[in-house]
């Protein structure tokens, strides 16, 4: 079985400025994704960014960014220039490849970031 | 793209009533997942459908909890009879087919409270 971590509870930055969100993962598999999902007070699940485990390039879209490290089974999120709008939970999600069909995610516990004014 | 539709979005019970939640996942799309969120156990697995049939229901609490998917359109999480601890946020999700890299497209969810 998968187990995803997420070692901040919560965290607070000001606006513009950039903050890293870390998780860690253990897992025996060797193919795999990686996802960060955003869930701001309206509740819905919004996908942020994704990450092959067979690439070696580190992801990115827009403002966010991943720093994928397999060897330490890490991989943090990074938002760059954060905005209000960034104010929300954040989970780091892990799905095994499944050749024959779509897998469940398992999710860590979630980091709440909070942007200040 | 109507996204995935949950129903009703809220839904209040006395505990030992039957709670049917339902679920339309996106036209197209061959894999439904139902997730329940709490505060002390985060998001959890409960079961998941591929093309209809399910495959991994090893995270439905209990015999009380019952799922089906009587075609590719819709699915229902079924609490029989319901229990205070049974309130939760119940998302149910869907993906296209695919190699299984696809995200998971999440509906907005049905906040249960069982009292």
């Known amino acids: 079985a998968q187990t995803v971590t997420q070692s901040q509870p919560e965290m607070s930055v000001q606006e513009a400025e950039t903050v890293t969100l870390s998780c860690t993962y253990d897992t025996s598999e060797s193919n795999y994704y990686l996802f960060w999902y955003k869930q701001p007070p309206s509740r819905q699940m919004i996908l942020v960014i994704r990450q092959e485990a067979y690439k070696q390039q580190n992801a990115t879209e827009n403002r966010f960014s991943v720093n994928f490290q397999k060897a330490a089974k890490s991989f943090s999120l990074k938002i760059s220039d954060s905005q209000l709008g960034d104010t929300a939970m954040y989970f780091c999600a892990f799905m095994k490849y499944s050749g024959g069909g779509a897998d469940g995610l398992t999710f860590g516990k979630g980091t709440h970031l909070i942007i200040q004014p | 793209d109507a996204g995935v539709i949950q129903s009703p979005r809220h839904e209040v019970t006395e505990m030992g009533q039957e709670v049917t939640l339902r679920c339309k996942p996106i036209?197209?799309?061959?894999?439904l997942f139902w997730y329940r969120q709490t505060m002390m156990r985060g998001l959890e697995l409960l079961i998941y459908f591929n093309n209809n049939v399910p495959i991994d229901d090893s995270g439905m609490p209990e015999d009380r909890f019952s799922a089906k998917m009587p075609n590719a359109s819709f699915s229902t999480l079924k609490i029989q009879p319901s229990e205070p601890r049974d309130s939760a946020v119940y998302f149910c999700a869907s993906t296209p087919p695919g190699q299984g890299n696809s995200p998971l497209h999440f509906g907005n969810g049905t906040r249960l409270t069982v009292t």
């Open positions: 036209s197209g799309h061959n894999s």
